[in-house]
């Protein structure tokens, strides 16, 4: 928890109630006690001094959004006159204070009755303790791992034996699949399984919540940081009676689809596969839209208030003349404040149209620094999660089509053809997605731990708007693609570069098609070097 920037204090008197105020001040950010009021503080002080003490202060926000920061103690001096007396110091932090924390057993609910209303969730998990939150999440794995047992115990219900020399197919109910592995002694490793399930479920949780940091993460300091940490871990314990249930439901499908396979043995894959593989990219999905409405809902909506920068070195401007020059790097200061500042955000953070939306897409992808440089992100509209969305769902409707040419080209049967189809509708989104917040993940991480700005609000407006780059991915892999399917010569080309490659299990063609996308994402995290410098030190 950190301190608002909007809450200052004045403190006069003797050391003793300095240092009593700064301990009070220090304990209140790690979040080891509560907020003390006025009069406690002036109690505790007039005990150990006999000059009354200045009652703290609230600076009021100015109109322009722009406020002093808590470093800034001579210009807070000539804002006494915007003091209202007798506030504590952070009234968010006092308000935190009174809030109760969530029972434990509407926490252990909490994923479940996230089911049907995710704010009550996000709410419940918000308040719980440390402790309660690793006991949900290892209960949460520990019944995934439990209806993944069920699931296998459901697929192998089917086998076929030789009986007689003839191949027969033995159906088993789950009990006689149960009784029999307990037969041949498959439960001395059961345990280690489920320790292997649960542990698979925690990695991956963590690494989830590792990915929505950024989406949530406001305030600068390491301690901030880890606030955030936990409330992205609260955000995918909330999806937690999701995860399970559909879990549950793919287990079905694929149990369905490997009887088929079993009795049937098609050379094509079957309604119940086709239907296994869709539910599954489809889960996924759910799961990742459902994940962005939690991290929506446990967001620090409180951003600080920050003194006005330079927009080319980041100097601070609060001393400095309207009409004047930035005193580090001369630059105009009407270049980073007032009404003909760079900063004018575009027209697609006014109005959101399809016009709009095709020439911020071209300015993103093609030229970041002249954009970045104008983009207004100290905005309470959600426009650029829009433009993320509509990217995504744009990417599958034109892989689709592409992958459809492709095998209507090369005479794929018809079956296939809408398996592959319907699998790219709810795949590519996913893998956009992962890819996307990976590099942002690698390139925002550097930046937390280095060298965190005061407001981070910027990266998560940043990190939508790169989901235009996916666009690159795209054309890398659909030219190679084509190209391996339209032209002989390409292919011929391919293998001669591949002969190069180490002899490994997958075809030479994907791994340099891997490594052309690797490549790109490298080039994807140089450029994010490039966004952060333009766009780090923002006034609007």
């Not at 000059?51 to 009021?60: A, D, I, R, T, W």
């Not at 942002?440 to 930046?447: I, K, N, S, W, Y």
């Not at 390409?490 to 098609?513: G, M, N, Q, T």
Request: aromatic share 10%.
């Amino acid at each position: 928890m950190t301190l608002n920037t909007d809450a200052l204090f004045v403190a006069s008197g003797d050391v003793i109630f300095s240092h009593f105020l700064l301990a009070a001040v220090l304990a209140e950010t790690a979040g080891d006690v509560t907020t003390p009021t006025v009069k406690e503080i002036s109690a505790n002080a007039k005990k150990n001094s006999k000059k009354p003490p200045v009652l703290l202060c609230e600076c009021k926000i100015p109109k322009n959004g722009v406020g002093p920061g808590l470093d800034d103690n001579a210009h807070v001096n000539t804002q006494l006159h915007n003091f209202i007396p007798g506030r504590t110091i952070n009234t968010r932090v006092k308000d935190e204070s009174r809030h109760s924390h969530s029972a434990w057993w509407k926490v252990l609910s909490a994923p479940w009755v996230g089911v049907v209303s995710p704010s009550w969730a996000c709410s419940t998990l918000d308040g719980a303790r440390t402790t309660t939150i690793v006991i949900l999440a290892f209960i949460l794995a520990a019944v995934w791992s439990f209806v993944g047992f069920l699931s296998t115990l459901f697929w192998f219900g089917i086998e076929r034996k030789l009986v007689d020399g003839k191949t027969q197919i033995v159906i088993r109910s789950i009990g006689d699949v149960w009784y029999g592995w307990q037969l041949e002694g498959w439960f001395g490793t059961g345990g280690h399984v489920g320790l292997v399930c649960v542990t698979v479920f925690v990695v991956v949780m963590l690494v989830v919540a590792a990915m929505h940091v950024v989406s949530i993460h406001r305030t600068s300091g390491f301690q901030g940081l880890l606030c955030s940490y936990g409330r992205s871990i609260r955000a995918v314990l909330a999806i937690g009676g999701w995860v399970v249930i559909l879990s549950a439901v793919l287990g079905n499908f694929v149990g369905i689809a490997r009887h088929q396979f079993m009795i049937v043995l098609p050379k094509e894959p079957s309604l119940a596969m086709v239907l296994a593989w869709v539910v599954a990219a489809t889960s996924a999905c759910f799961l990742t839209l459902r994940m962005s409405r939690c991290t929506a809902l446990l967001r620090d909506r409180i951003s600080p208030t920050l003194p006005p920068r330079c927009e080319t070195c980041g100097y601070d401007l609060s001393h400095t003349d309207m009409n004047g020059r930035c005193q580090e790097c001369g630059d105009p200061c009407t270049h980073s404040i007032g009404r003909n500042r760079i900063r004018q955000g575009w027209a697609w953070q006014s109005k959101p149209t399809a016009w709009r939306w095709m020439v911020t897409t071209f300015h993103v992808v093609f030229g970041p620094t002249h954009f970045y440089s104008r983009l207004s992100v100290r905005r309470d509209s959600d426009e650029h999660v829009l433009f993320g969305r509509i990217h995504l769902f744009v990417i599958a409707m034109m892989a689709a089509t592409w992958i459809f040419c492709m095998l209507s080209f090369a005479d794929g049967s018809s079956q296939t053809t809408v398996t592959v189809v319907s699998l790219v509708v709810f795949l590519v989104p996913i893998f956009g997605w992962l890819t996307h917040r990976v590099v942002m993940m690698a390139c925002t991480g550097v930046l937390l731990t280095t060298n965190p700005p005061e407001d981070f609000r910027w990266a998560w407006v940043a990190m939508c708007y790169e989901t235009a780059f996916l666009w690159c991915f795209c054309a890398v892999g659909g030219c190679f693609i084509t190209g391996g399917v339209l032209s002989r010569e390409f292919r011929e080309i391919v293998r001669s570069v591949a002969a190069y490659l180490p002899v490994i299990a997958p075809p030479p063609d994907l791994i340099l098609l891997l490594m052309l996308e690797l490549l790109l994402a490298v080039v994807w995290i140089w450029r994010m070097n490039r966004v952060v410098a333009a766009i780090r030190f923002n006034n609007s």
